[in-house]
C-alpha cells in the first residue's frame, strides 16, 4: 500500500510530496522529482486488452494493488493515470481551468462524428464560447417543460413492446432515447424526416463505433494521415462512415435552415429553436456548422448514454424486488423521493462512462507521485462509487443512502465534475424520471435468464449491460 495513503486528503489533493528533499552529511538539501505513479510493467497492448475484455476486473485489481492513485497502459497513449479519492478527483477536474485537455482527450476519436465545433472536443475559449451559448438551453427550470413529452414518448413505445417472452431492454431503451433527441431536441415535425434521420442516425452512430476503435487504437500522427485515404476506399469502415455522415448532414443542414426562417420560431420550444436564438457577449449567434455540431454532440452525449443508464435501471430493479415495490408505492402516493434515490444509485452502482480523462499540458503532482506533460489524467467512478469509505456496503443496490442528507456529493460522480461537469446532465435525469414511471405503470419486469448481475461490457464510449438487460415483460 503506497506510503501516502494515510496522509491528510487535503494535502494530498494539493500534490504535496514525500519526495521533495535528502539530507546528506555537508550536503545542502536537494530537491529530489516525485516519481511515476505505480502500474504494471505488462505490454500496454496487452493491458488494453485485458482493460476492454473486462473493465471492471482490471480497474478493482489494479486499485486493490496500488491504491488511489495508478498507471494503466493504453495503446496510443504515452500514459493513463486513474485516481480513485474524492480530494484527487477534484484536483484533476481543477486542472480544466489551466492544465488540463479533456477536449484533446476525445478530439481523435470524437470529432469525426461530432466535429470540429463540439463541446466534447474543444478546449479554451472556443469550448467555453460554446458552453454559454448552449447553456442557455439547459437550465433546470427550463427543462422541466420536456418532461410531459418525454412521458409520452416512452409511453407510445412501452405499448409496443412484447409481453411473455424474453428480449432485451436496451435497443427498445435506444429507441425511446432517439425519439427524444429527434422531437425534444431537434424538434422535428415532419413526419418523413423523422423516418429518415431515425433511420440515419443509429446507422452513422454505429459506424462512428468503428471508426472510434480504429482512431484509438492508431497513434493519431498516423490515423490523421490515413483518415482521408481510407474514407475514398469503398467498402472500409471509414467509406461507409463517411457516406452516412454527408446523408445526414443533408439533413440537418437543411433542417436548420428551415427553421431560421420559420415564422413561429420564436413560440418553438424545442431546443435547437432556443439555441438559434442564442447570442455569444457579443451579439453573435451560433453559425449552421456550430449548430449542426452542438445537435450531434446532444445525440451522442444523450441518446446511448441514457438509453444504457435506463437499461441499468432495469437490470438492477428486476433483480431487486424490494426497491421495486418501494418505487412502485411511492409513485403512487405522487412521491418522487425514492425515484431519485434509485436513479442516483443505478448511477452510482453502474456509471455509464469508465473515466473522464484530460491531456496535460504540463506535469502534475498527485499525492506523492508527478503525473508527466502529455500523458492523460483520469477520474475512475468505477472505483470512487465503490469506495467503502465514500458508500458503506458498496455492492449493496441501496437507493436509501441517497434520501439523507449526508449522502456523498463529491464522490459521486456519473457526469463528471469541476466546469466541465456535462453539460446535459440534468437533462439527462429529467429523462430517467420520466421514463421509469412509464413503464413501471404499464408492465411488470422479471429477469429474463440468469438471475446473477449482468456485467457491464464497453460499448463504444458505454459500459452496457453484457445482455443488454433482457427481461420477460407482464402487463402491471
Same mark, same amino acid.
Given at each position: 500500500?503506497?506510503?501516502?495513503?494515510?496522509d491528510?486528503?487535503?494535502?494530498?489533493?494539493?500534490?504535496?510530496?514525500? &519526495?521533495?528533499?535528502?539530507?546528506?552529511? !555537508?550536503?545542502?538539501?536537494?530537491?529530489?522529482?516525485p516519481?511515476?505513479?505505480p !502500474?504494471?510493467?505488462?505490454?500496454?497492448?496487452?493491458?488494453?486488452?485485458? +482493460?476492454?475484455?473486462?473493465?471492471?476486473?482490471?480497474?478493482?485489481r489494479?486499485?486493490?494493488? *496500488?491504491?488511489? #492513485?495508478?498507471?494503466?497502459?493504453?495503446?496510443?497513449?504515452?500514459?493513463?493515470? /486513474?485516481?480513485?479519492?474524492?480530494?484527487?478527483a477534484?484536483?484533476?477536474?481543477?486542472?480544466?481551468?489551466?492544465?488540463?485537455?479533456?477536449?484533446?482527450?476525445?478530439?481523435?476519436?470524437?470529432?469525426?462524428?461530432?466535429?470540429? $465545433?463540439?463541446?466534447?472536443?474543444?478546449?479554451?475559449?472556443?469550448?467555453?464560447?460554446q458552453?454559454?451559448?448552449l447553456?442557455?438551453?439547459? &437550465?433546470?427550470?427550463r #427543462?422541466e417543460? *420536456?418532461?410531459?413529452?418525454?412521458?409520452?414518448?416512452?409511453?407510445?413505445?412501452?405499448?409496443?413492446?412484447?409481453?411473455?417472452?424474453?428480449?432485451?431492454?436496451?435497443?427498445?431503451?435506444?429507441?425511446?432515447?432517439?425519439?427524444? #433527441?429527434?422531437?425534444?431536441?431537434?424538434?422535428?415535425?415532419?413526419?418523413?424526416?423523422?423516418?429518415?434521420?431515425?433511420?440515419?442516425l443509429?446507422?452513422?452512430?454505429?459506424?462512428?463505433?468503428?471508426?472510434?476503435?480504429?482512431?484509438?487504437?492508431?497513434?493519431?500522427?498516423?490515423w490523421?494521415r490515413?483518415?482521408?485515404?481510407?474514407?475514398?476506399?469503398?467498402?472500409?469502415?471509414?467509406?461507409?462512415?463517411?457516406?452516412?455522415?454527408?446523408?445526414t448532414?443533408?439533413?440537418?443542414?437543411?433542417?436548420?435552415?428551415?427553421?431560421?426562417?420559420?415564422?413561429?420560431?420564436?413560440? =418553438?420550444?424545442? #431546443?435547437l429553436?432556443?439555441l438559434?436564438?442564442?447570442?455569444? %457577449?457579443?451579439?453573435?449567434?451560433?453559425?449552421?456548422?456550430?449548430?449542426?455540431?452542438?445537435?450531434?454532440?446532444?445525440?451522442?452525449?444523450?441518446?446511448?448514454?441514457t438509453?444504457?443508464?435506463?437499461?441499468w435501471?432495469?437490470?438492477?430493479?428486476?433483480? &431487486?424486488?424490494?426497491?421495486?415495490?418501494?418505487?412502485?408505492?411511492?409513485?403512487?402516493?405522487?412521491?418522487?423521493? /425514492?425515484?431519485d434515490?434509485?436513479?442516483? %444509485?443505478?448511477?452510482?452502482?453502474?456509471?455509464?462512462?469508465?473515466?473522464?480523462?484530460?491531456?496535460?499540458?504540463?506535469?502534475?503532482?498527485?499525492?506523492?507521485?508527478?503525473v508527466?506533460?502529455?500523458? +492523460?489524467?483520469?477520474?475512475?467512478?468505477?472505483?470512487? &462509487?465503490?469506495?467503502?469509505? %465514500?458508500?458503506?456496503?458498496?455492492?449493496?443496490? =441501496?437507493?436509501?443512502?441517497?434520501l439523507t442528507?449526508?449522502?456523498?456529493?463529491?464522490? +459521486?460522480?456519473?457526469?463528471?465534475?469541476?466546469?466541465?461537469?456535462?453539460?446535459?446532465? $440534468?437533462f439527462?435525469?429529467? %429523462?430517467?424520471?420520466?421514463?421509469?414511471?412509464?413503464?413501471?405503470?404499464?408492465?411488470?419486469?422479471?429477469?429474463?435468464?440468469?438471475?446473477?448481475?449482468?456485467?457491464?461490457?464497453?460499448?463504444?464510449?458505454?459500459l452496457a449491460?453484457?445482455?443488454?438487460a433482457?427481461?420477460?415483460?407482464?402487463p402491471?
Amino acid at each position: 500500500m503506497p506510503q501516502t495513503r494515510n496522509d491528510d486528503r487535503v494535502a494530498r489533493a494539493a500534490g504535496e510530496s514525500p &519526495h521533495r528533499t535528502v539530507d546528506s552529511p !555537508g550536503v545542502a538539501r536537494r530537491a529530489e522529482p516525485p516519481p511515476l505513479p505505480p !502500474g504494471s510493467r505488462l505490454p500496454s497492448a496487452l493491458q488494453t486488452a485485458l +482493460w476492454l475484455r473486462d473493465p471492471v476486473g482490471v480497474l478493482v485489481r489494479y486499485g486493490r494493488r *496500488y491504491g488511489d #492513485i495508478f498507471r494503466i497502459g493504453v495503446v496510443g497513449v504515452p500514459g493513463f493515470v /486513474y485516481v480513485v479519492d474524492p480530494a484527487l478527483a477534484n484536483r484533476v477536474f481543477v486542472t480544466d481551468r489551466d492544465i488540463g485537455r479533456a477536449g484533446e482527450a476525445r478530439e481523435g476519436f470524437l470529432e469525426p462524428l461530432v466535429g470540429s $465545433h463540439s463541446l466534447l472536443t474543444l478546449d479554451g475559449e472556443e469550448w467555453m464560447r460554446q458552453r454559454k451559448l448552449l447553456g442557455s438551453a439547459f &437550465h433546470g427550470k427550463r #427543462i422541466e417543460r *420536456y418532461r410531459d413529452e418525454i412521458a409520452a414518448i416512452a409511453a407510445d413505445h412501452v405499448r409496443r413492446w412484447p409481453v411473455g417472452e424474453p428480449f432485451a431492454l436496451r435497443p427498445r431503451m435506444q429507441a425511446i432515447t432517439l425519439e427524444v #433527441i429527434l422531437r425534444v431536441v431537434f424538434g422535428l415535425r415532419d413526419v418523413e424526416r423523422v423516418e429518415r434521420l431515425r433511420e440515419l442516425l443509429p446507422r452513422l452512430t454505429g459506424a462512428g463505433e468503428s471508426v472510434n476503435a480504429l482512431a484509438f487504437l492508431v497513434p493519431p500522427p498516423i490515423w490523421t494521415r490515413i483518415e482521408a485515404l481510407l474514407a475514398r476506399v469503398p467498402g472500409t469502415p471509414m467509406a461507409r462512415f463517411a457516406a452516412l455522415r454527408k446523408a445526414t448532414d443533408e439533413l440537418l443542414y437543411a433542417e436548420i435552415s428551415r427553421r431560421r426562417t420559420d415564422p413561429d420560431l420564436a413560440d =418553438r420550444i424545442d #431546443i435547437l429553436s432556443v439555441l438559434l436564438g442564442a447570442r455569444d %457577449e457579443n451579439g453573435h449567434g451560433m453559425t449552421d456548422a456550430e449548430l449542426r455540431d452542438a445537435l450531434m454532440t446532444l445525440l451522442v452525449a444523450g441518446h446511448e448514454t441514457t438509453a444504457t443508464a435506463l437499461s441499468w435501471a432495469f437490470e438492477r430493479l428486476v433483480r &431487486h424486488p424490494r426497491v421495486t415495490e418501494r418505487l412502485r408505492g411511492s409513485l403512487a402516493e405522487g412521491d418522487e423521493g /425514492y425515484l431519485d434515490a434509485v436513479v442516483k %444509485e443505478t448511477l452510482r452502482t453502474r456509471p455509464i462512462v469508465p473515466d473522464m480523462p484530460r491531456v496535460l499540458t504540463e506535469p502534475l503532482d498527485l499525492d506523492g507521485y508527478r503525473v508527466p506533460a502529455g500523458w +492523460w489524467v483520469s477520474p475512475s467512478p468505477l472505483l470512487l &462509487h465503490r469506495s467503502a469509505d %465514500e458508500f458503506p456496503e458498496p455492492k449493496e443496490f =441501496r437507493p436509501e443512502r441517497f434520501l439523507t442528507e449526508d449522502a456523498p456529493s463529491q464522490a +459521486w460522480i456519473p457526469f463528471g465534475g469541476g466546469r466541465r461537469q456535462c453539460l446535459g446532465s $440534468h437533462f439527462a435525469l429529467l %429523462e430517467m424520471r420520466a421514463v421509469i414511471p412509464e413503464v413501471l405503470g404499464r408492465l411488470r419486469l422479471r429477469v429474463a435468464d440468469d438471475p446473477a448481475p449482468e456485467a457491464p461490457r464497453v460499448r463504444n464510449v458505454t459500459l452496457a449491460p453484457v445482455h443488454d438487460a433482457r427481461v420477460i415483460a407482464k402487463p402491471a
